[in-house]
């Protein structure tokens, strides 16, 4: 409420963030995107260890200046929408793949393909795609399991499939060239004893 003959004061507007610093955050936050999707699509069909290594390096040649320029529109120009916007995609990237979010989406994308090829597992060298993994073989295992080799990643090689009826054997790492992890129903991961 004003009194006679004052003059009321224009309400103090924060100054608009100039077009080099919105482009430049453009810029980051969409290389930090592109990264985080490439890791997430790699996570779902074939965790590769270089390929995460190369998005980690890639965020972080992005992260510095994304600090400088984020904490120079925060205090400058309080520009928190546009700041906050590459720590909610690292922030999103890093829950889904703890939740195991993108290998649920390729399985549920992929398991009609793999099953219908399981059953009659024919032998394959050559790599192949079904569903939204690339296969690099195919072949019966002499425990009447359908190996699927994926990828190249250092931990599990692949799916292993074993027609309903069938029993899995129940050998741990130690006692066998290929051990068995469940994964749904019939299907279980499998990787090779390496030591």
Known sequence: MTSVGEIPRPARQRPRPPGWWLAMMVVVTAVTWLAAMILLITQA???DLLVAFYVVVT???VGIPWFVLALFGLVKYRAVAVSSLLPLILVGT???ISQRFPERVAWWLSEGAMTEVAQECVARTQPTWIG???VD????N???ACLFRVGDAIGTSGFAYFAPGTAVPERTQA???IYYLPFDESWH????NYW
């Open 94 to 96: 890093v829950v889904a």
């Open 175 to 177: 006692e066998a060239a």
């Open 189 to 192: 991961k499998y990787d090779y």
């Open 137 to 140: 073989s195919i072949h019966r």
């Open 142 to 144: 002499y425990d009447g």
């Open 45 to 47: 069909v074939d965790a």
């Open 132 to 134: 939204v993994y690339r």
């Open 59 to 61: 965020i972080v040649a």
